[in-house]
């Protein structure tokens, strides 16, 4: 039904930065909330940031203050801007949107992921 399509990641060297974008096939507007989680080798994937379509966002303690996500209605665009990289930040980053229908059901969708390593 939705289609993400993750692109932007690639190697830097630590406290360098990377902007992550996901590009959807319906109109995020209609979408109950978008977000982009991450997981590195030998690890449970976890969330990121995440905004719901009112505005609000939450983030991992972890990337607090480093990370932000906004997003761009007009191109049905969430991005991920990431700054101050370090390299426990290296993982597949994947975009996540949900749906929700009038029952309240809930209805997850995923790219592909784009692969962020943070080296020196």
């Known amino acids: 039904q939705v289609q993400l399509v993750e692109s932007g990641g690639g190697l830097v060297q630590p406290g360098e930065s990377l902007r992550l974008s996901c590009v959807a096939s319906?109109?995020?507007?209609?979408?109950?909330?978008m977000g982009w989680y991450r997981q590195a080798p030998g690890k449970q994937r976890e969330m990121v940031a995440r905004?719901?379509?009112?505005?609000?966002?939450n983030y991992a303690d972890s990337v607090k203050g480093r990370f932000t996500i906004s997003r761009d209605n007009a191109k049905n665009t969430v991005y991920l801007r990431m700054n101050s990289l370090k390299p426990e930040d290296t993982a597949v980053y994947y975009c996540?949107?949900?749906?929700?229908?009038?029952?309240?059901?809930?209805?997850?969708?995923w790219g592909q992921g784009t692969q962020v390593t943070v080296s020196s």
């Open positions: 905004m719901h379509v009112g505005g609000s966002t």
């Open positions: 996540n949107g949900e749906t929700r229908n009038r029952t309240g059901v809930f209805r997850p969708y």
């Open positions: 319906a109109k995020i507007s209609s979408l109950n909330a």
